[in-house]
Each structure stands twice: as structure tokens, then as C-alpha cells.
């Protein structure tokens, strides 16, 4: 089905120049970026958007990070967006990622892992509303 997921860019990519070449592969993938904007978030921004994380250990660093630098938010649409995605993307730890993936070629760590995308239908309508409005959204 046609499915919108959504993406990050994150901190470790937009500092090295990497935006670029990482959409480039999400395009090469079949999947349209319908929504982008480049920011930077605010503490209490960076909480709510991982607020599922807030117990974990590393939730602290995390937010840190994803504060650090601009990020590059965006949606993005095609048939099985969400999965296509996933796979693009690789797995998040950077030492299992696929090769070819995004994350075998860029990530720095698993914090540091260039990109973060929706790991579900209810999950990416979330993540979508969190930072677009529909009228930002361009099919
Ligand atoms: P993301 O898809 O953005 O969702 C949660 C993030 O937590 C995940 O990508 C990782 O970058 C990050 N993360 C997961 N495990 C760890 C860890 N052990 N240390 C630091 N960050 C982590």
C-alpha cells in the first residue's frame, strides 16, 4: 500500500554534510520526500518526540544528542514506505547494519546513528503530526 513514513536526518549526518547523499538513497529507494524542513530542537522538544524512551539509560544522551546540531525532518511516501525505509536505513546499531545501508556506510555508533525513521503505521502518524501540519505536506 501507498504508506508515509517518517525521517530524521540526525545530528552526526547534517555535521558532516551527509544529507544529501542520504536521501539520495531513500529517492533511490522508490520513496518521495512529500515534506521537509530543516531544524533544531529544543530540550523539551527532543524529550517529547522520545518520550517512549525515557526510561531506557541512554535517554539522556540521546535527547543531548538529537539537541546538538540542526536536524533534517521529512516524510516521506511510497508503496511500503515504512518497511522500505527500515531497510534503507539498516539496522541501528551500525556494526549489524546491512551493507549498502545507511547505516553501514555513515553511522558513527548506535547513538550516533545518522538517521531515525518510524517503526510503525501508528508510530509514523504520530511522528508525522509531532512535526507537520498537513498543509506541509505535498504529495
Ligand atoms: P532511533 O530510531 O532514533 O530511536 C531511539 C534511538 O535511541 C535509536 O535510534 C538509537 O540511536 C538510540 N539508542 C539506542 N540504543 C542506544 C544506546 N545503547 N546508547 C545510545 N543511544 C541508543
Redesign the pocket.
Known amino acids: 500500500a501507498l504508506e508515509r513514513t517518517f525521517s ?1 536526518v ?1 545530528p552526526d549526518a547534517t555535521k558532516r554534510n551527509l544529507t544529501g547523499a542520504i536521501v539520495a538513497k531513500f529517492e533511490a529507494a522508490g520513496l518521495r520526500v512529500v515534506a521537509s524542513k530543516r531544524i533544531q530542537l529544543t530540550l523539551a522538544q527532543a524529550q517529547q518526540f ?1 518520550g517512549v ?1 525515557s526510561e ?3 535517554f539522556g ?2 535527547c543531548e ?2 539537541i546538538s546540531e540542526p536536524i533534517v525532518v521529512q516524510v516521506l511516501e511510497g508503496e511500503n514506505a515504512i518497511a522500505k525505509n527500515r531497510e534503507v536505513m539498516g539496522a ?2 551500525p556494526a549489524e547494519a546491512a551493507e549498502g545501508t545507511i547505516r553501514k556506510e555513515f553511522a558513527l ?5 545518522s ?3 518510524s ?1 510503525a503505521p501508528e508510530t509514523a502518524a504520530e511522528e508525522i503530526a509531532f512535526f507537520f501540519s498537513g498543509l506541509e505536506l505535498v504529495g
Open positions: 530524521i540526525k522520545y524512551h531506557r539509560p541512554f544522551e540521546l544528542f538529537m541501528t546499531n555508533s548506535i547513538g550516533e546513528n538517521v531515525h525513521g517503526d
